[in-house]
Antibody
Framework: EVQLVESGGGLVQPGRSLRLSCAAS????????MNWVRQAPGKGLEWVSY????????YYADSVKGRFTISRDNAKNSLYLQMNSLRDEDTAVYYC???????????????????WGQGTTVTVSS | EFVLTQSPGTLSLPPGERATLSCRAS???????LVWYQQKPGQAPRLLIY???SRATGIPDRFSGSGSGTDFTLTISRVEPEDFAVYYC??????????FGQGTRLEIK
Protein backbone atom coordinates (compact mmCIF):
# COMPACT_ATOMS: atom_id res chain seq x y z
CA GLU A 1 0.00 0.00 0.00
CA VAL A 2 1.28 3.42 -0.95
CA GLN A 3 1.53 5.46 2.22
CA LEU A 4 2.95 8.65 3.69
CA VAL A 5 3.07 9.08 7.46
CA GLU A 6 4.00 12.42 9.00
CA SER A 7 5.34 12.95 12.50
CA GLY A 8 6.97 15.63 14.60
CA GLY A 9 4.12 18.07 15.05
CA GLY A 10 3.22 19.60 18.37
CA LEU A 11 2.91 22.75 20.43
CA VAL A 12 5.84 25.14 20.19
CA GLN A 13 6.45 28.71 21.31
CA PRO A 14 6.93 31.52 18.80
CA GLY A 15 10.54 31.83 17.70
CA ARG A 16 11.35 28.20 18.41
CA SER A 17 12.08 25.36 15.99
CA LEU A 18 10.44 22.10 14.99
CA ARG A 19 11.37 19.34 12.57
CA LEU A 20 8.70 17.40 10.71
CA SER A 21 9.33 13.97 9.23
CA CYS A 22 7.47 11.94 6.66
CA ALA A 23 7.98 8.21 6.18
CA ALA A 24 7.13 6.85 2.74
CA SER A 25 6.30 3.26 1.90
CA UNK A 26 4.79 1.21 -0.89
CA UNK A 27 6.49 3.02 -3.77
CA UNK A 28 9.96 3.94 -5.05
CA UNK A 29 10.44 7.10 -3.00
CA UNK A 30 13.59 8.16 -4.85
CA UNK A 31 11.66 8.43 -8.13
CA UNK A 32 9.21 11.11 -6.98
CA UNK A 33 9.35 14.78 -6.19
CA MET A 34 7.75 15.71 -2.88
CA ASN A 35 6.02 18.68 -1.32
CA TRP A 36 4.85 20.01 2.01
CA VAL A 37 1.39 21.59 1.96
CA ARG A 38 -0.25 23.15 5.01
CA GLN A 39 -3.75 24.09 6.07
CA ALA A 40 -4.42 26.59 8.83
CA PRO A 41 -7.50 25.95 10.98
CA GLY A 42 -10.64 26.56 8.92
CA LYS A 43 -8.63 27.78 5.94
CA GLY A 44 -7.64 26.53 2.51
CA LEU A 45 -4.58 24.71 1.27
CA GLU A 46 -1.24 26.52 1.12
CA TRP A 47 1.75 25.08 -0.71
CA VAL A 48 4.88 25.36 1.47
CA SER A 49 7.86 23.70 -0.20
CA TYR A 50 9.03 21.37 -2.98
CA UNK A 51 12.03 19.10 -3.45
CA UNK A 52 12.94 17.18 -6.57
CA UNK A 53 13.52 13.44 -6.54
CA UNK A 54 17.29 13.89 -6.74
CA UNK A 55 17.34 16.77 -4.18
CA UNK A 56 18.88 19.10 -6.75
CA UNK A 57 15.94 21.51 -6.86
CA UNK A 58 14.05 23.04 -3.94
CA TYR A 59 11.42 25.76 -3.80
CA TYR A 60 9.73 27.62 -0.97
CA ALA A 61 6.67 29.76 -0.55
CA ASP A 62 7.53 33.39 0.18
CA SER A 63 5.84 33.04 3.58
CA VAL A 64 8.44 30.52 4.79
CA LYS A 65 11.53 31.36 2.72
CA GLY A 66 14.59 31.78 4.90
CA ARG A 67 12.95 30.05 7.88
CA PHE A 68 12.04 26.57 6.61
CA THR A 69 14.31 23.98 4.99
CA ILE A 70 13.09 20.95 3.08
CA SER A 71 15.28 17.86 2.72
CA ARG A 72 15.02 14.19 1.97
CA ASP A 73 16.93 10.96 2.55
CA ASN A 74 16.18 8.58 -0.29
CA ALA A 75 18.02 5.75 1.45
CA LYS A 76 15.61 6.08 4.39
CA ASN A 77 12.52 6.83 2.27
CA SER A 78 12.01 9.97 4.29
CA LEU A 79 11.11 13.62 3.77
CA TYR A 80 11.80 16.37 6.30
CA LEU A 81 10.84 19.95 7.01
CA GLN A 82 13.02 21.94 9.39
CA MET A 83 11.02 24.89 10.66
CA ASN A 84 12.87 27.70 12.43
CA SER A 85 11.73 31.05 13.83
CA LEU A 86 8.17 29.81 14.01
CA ARG A 87 5.34 32.33 14.03
CA ASP A 88 1.73 32.19 15.13
CA GLU A 89 0.68 32.14 11.48
CA ASP A 90 2.59 28.88 10.92
CA THR A 91 -0.07 27.08 12.97
CA ALA A 92 -1.56 24.48 10.63
CA VAL A 93 -1.89 20.87 9.67
CA TYR A 94 1.17 20.00 7.58
CA TYR A 95 0.74 17.42 4.84
CA CYS A 96 3.51 15.44 3.18
CA UNK A 97 2.56 15.05 -0.47
CA UNK A 98 3.90 13.02 -3.36
CA UNK A 99 3.87 14.66 -6.75
CA UNK A 100 3.78 12.93 -10.10
CA UNK A 101 5.96 14.99 -12.41
CA UNK A 102 7.89 13.67 -15.38
CA UNK A 103 10.54 15.28 -17.54
CA UNK A 104 10.54 13.66 -20.96
CA UNK A 105 12.26 14.84 -24.14
CA UNK A 106 12.65 18.40 -22.90
CA UNK A 107 9.12 18.82 -21.54
CA UNK A 108 7.50 18.51 -18.13
CA UNK A 109 4.37 16.38 -17.71
CA UNK A 110 2.39 17.09 -14.53
CA UNK A 111 -0.06 14.60 -13.08
CA UNK A 112 -0.79 16.32 -9.79
CA UNK A 113 -0.22 15.69 -6.10
CA UNK A 114 -1.44 12.13 -6.04
CA UNK A 115 -0.60 10.78 -2.58
CA TRP A 116 -1.18 12.69 0.67
CA GLY A 117 -0.31 11.81 4.24
CA GLN A 118 -2.83 12.19 7.04
CA GLY A 119 -1.13 15.36 8.27
CA THR A 120 0.62 16.43 11.45
CA THR A 121 -0.57 19.40 13.50
CA VAL A 122 1.77 22.24 14.37
CA THR A 123 0.55 24.79 16.90
CA VAL A 124 2.65 27.89 17.52
CA SER A 125 1.56 29.64 20.67
CA SER A 126 2.99 31.11 23.83
CA GLU B 1 2.01 37.39 -8.53
CA PHE B 2 0.02 34.51 -9.95
CA VAL B 3 -3.40 33.90 -8.35
CA LEU B 4 -6.16 31.34 -8.81
CA THR B 5 -9.64 32.59 -7.91
CA GLN B 6 -12.40 30.05 -7.38
CA SER B 7 -16.10 30.78 -7.54
CA PRO B 8 -18.54 30.57 -6.02
CA GLY B 9 -17.21 30.44 -2.48
CA THR B 10 -20.10 28.17 -1.51
CA LEU B 11 -22.44 26.25 -3.79
CA SER B 12 -25.67 24.87 -2.31
CA LEU B 13 -27.35 22.12 -4.32
CA PRO B 14 -29.65 19.18 -3.67
CA PRO B 15 -28.39 15.69 -4.56
CA GLY B 16 -28.91 14.84 -8.21
CA GLU B 17 -28.29 18.34 -9.50
CA ARG B 18 -25.42 19.44 -11.75
CA ALA B 19 -22.58 21.31 -10.05
CA THR B 20 -20.35 23.76 -11.91
CA LEU B 21 -17.27 25.09 -10.12
CA SER B 22 -15.05 27.77 -11.61
CA CYS B 23 -11.31 28.43 -11.32
CA ARG B 24 -9.96 31.61 -12.90
CA ALA B 25 -6.24 32.31 -13.27
CA SER B 26 -4.62 35.75 -13.17
CA UNK B 27 -2.41 34.70 -16.11
CA UNK B 28 -2.79 32.09 -18.81
CA UNK B 29 -2.18 28.52 -17.65
CA UNK B 30 -1.25 25.56 -19.78
CA UNK B 31 -4.09 23.08 -19.56
CA UNK B 32 -1.50 20.41 -18.87
CA UNK B 33 -0.72 22.07 -15.55
CA LEU B 34 -4.17 22.60 -14.01
CA VAL B 35 -5.37 20.15 -11.34
CA TRP B 36 -8.44 19.70 -9.12
CA TYR B 37 -8.69 18.18 -5.64
CA GLN B 38 -11.53 17.22 -3.32
CA GLN B 39 -11.28 17.50 0.47
CA LYS B 40 -13.82 16.14 2.92
CA PRO B 41 -13.92 17.26 6.57
CA GLY B 42 -11.14 15.75 8.65
CA GLN B 43 -9.49 14.15 5.63
CA ALA B 44 -6.52 14.90 3.43
CA PRO B 45 -7.26 16.18 -0.07
CA ARG B 46 -7.74 13.71 -2.91
CA LEU B 47 -6.60 14.17 -6.49
CA LEU B 48 -9.59 14.34 -8.87
CA ILE B 49 -8.49 15.80 -12.19
CA TYR B 50 -5.10 16.50 -13.79
CA UNK B 51 -4.26 18.11 -17.10
CA UNK B 52 -7.48 20.11 -16.71
CA UNK B 53 -9.63 17.23 -17.97
CA SER B 54 -8.12 13.82 -17.17
CA ARG B 55 -9.66 11.91 -14.27
CA ALA B 56 -7.30 10.43 -11.71
CA THR B 57 -7.41 6.73 -10.93
CA GLY B 58 -10.69 5.62 -9.39
CA ILE B 59 -12.54 8.91 -9.90
CA PRO B 60 -16.15 8.40 -11.07
CA ASP B 61 -17.06 9.65 -14.53
CA ARG B 62 -19.62 12.08 -13.13
CA PHE B 63 -16.59 14.30 -12.44
CA SER B 64 -15.26 16.17 -15.47
CA GLY B 65 -12.89 19.05 -16.04
CA SER B 66 -12.61 21.51 -18.86
CA GLY B 67 -11.20 24.87 -19.81
CA SER B 68 -8.16 26.61 -21.17
CA GLY B 69 -6.20 29.81 -20.85
CA THR B 70 -7.44 31.53 -17.72
CA ASP B 71 -10.83 29.84 -17.20
CA PHE B 72 -11.27 26.30 -15.98
CA THR B 73 -14.31 24.38 -14.78
CA LEU B 74 -14.98 21.33 -12.67
CA THR B 75 -18.38 19.78 -13.34
CA ILE B 76 -20.18 17.13 -11.35
CA SER B 77 -22.96 15.85 -13.61
CA ARG B 78 -25.24 14.62 -10.82
CA VAL B 79 -24.12 15.36 -7.30
CA GLU B 80 -24.08 12.35 -4.98
CA PRO B 81 -24.26 12.63 -1.16
CA GLU B 82 -20.57 11.74 -0.89
CA ASP B 83 -19.60 14.63 -3.18
CA PHE B 84 -20.36 17.34 -0.65
CA ALA B 85 -16.91 18.64 0.18
CA VAL B 86 -14.47 21.46 -0.58
CA TYR B 87 -12.87 21.56 -4.01
CA TYR B 88 -9.54 23.19 -4.85
CA CYS B 89 -7.87 23.96 -8.15
CA UNK B 90 -4.07 24.07 -8.33
CA UNK B 91 -1.47 25.13 -10.86
CA UNK B 92 1.99 23.73 -11.50
CA UNK B 93 4.20 26.51 -12.77
CA UNK B 94 6.57 29.22 -11.62
CA UNK B 95 6.43 32.30 -9.42
CA UNK B 96 5.26 30.60 -7.31
CA UNK B 97 5.93 27.02 -8.37
CA UNK B 98 2.70 25.65 -6.94
CA UNK B 99 -0.50 27.62 -6.32
CA PHE B 100 -3.86 26.61 -4.88
CA GLY B 101 -7.16 28.40 -5.29
CA GLN B 102 -9.00 29.35 -2.13
CA GLY B 103 -11.56 26.57 -2.55
CA THR B 104 -15.27 26.15 -3.26
CA ARG B 105 -17.47 24.50 -0.66
CA LEU B 106 -20.21 22.30 -2.11
CA GLU B 107 -22.96 21.90 0.47
CA ILE B 108 -26.29 20.13 0.61
CA LYS B 109 -29.33 22.30 -0.02
Amino acid sequence: EVQLVESGGGLVQPGRSLRLSCAASGFTFSSYSMNWVRQAPGKGLEWVSYISSSRTTVYYADSVKGRFTISRDNAKNSLYLQMNSLRDEDTAVYYCVREDLEYVAGAYYYYGMDVWGQGTTVTVSS
Amino acid sequence: EFVLTQSPGTLSLPPGERATLSCRASQSVSSSYLVWYQQKPGQAPRLLIYGASSRATGIPDRFSGSGSGTDFTLTISRVEPEDFAVYYCQRYGSSPPRTFGQGTRLEIK
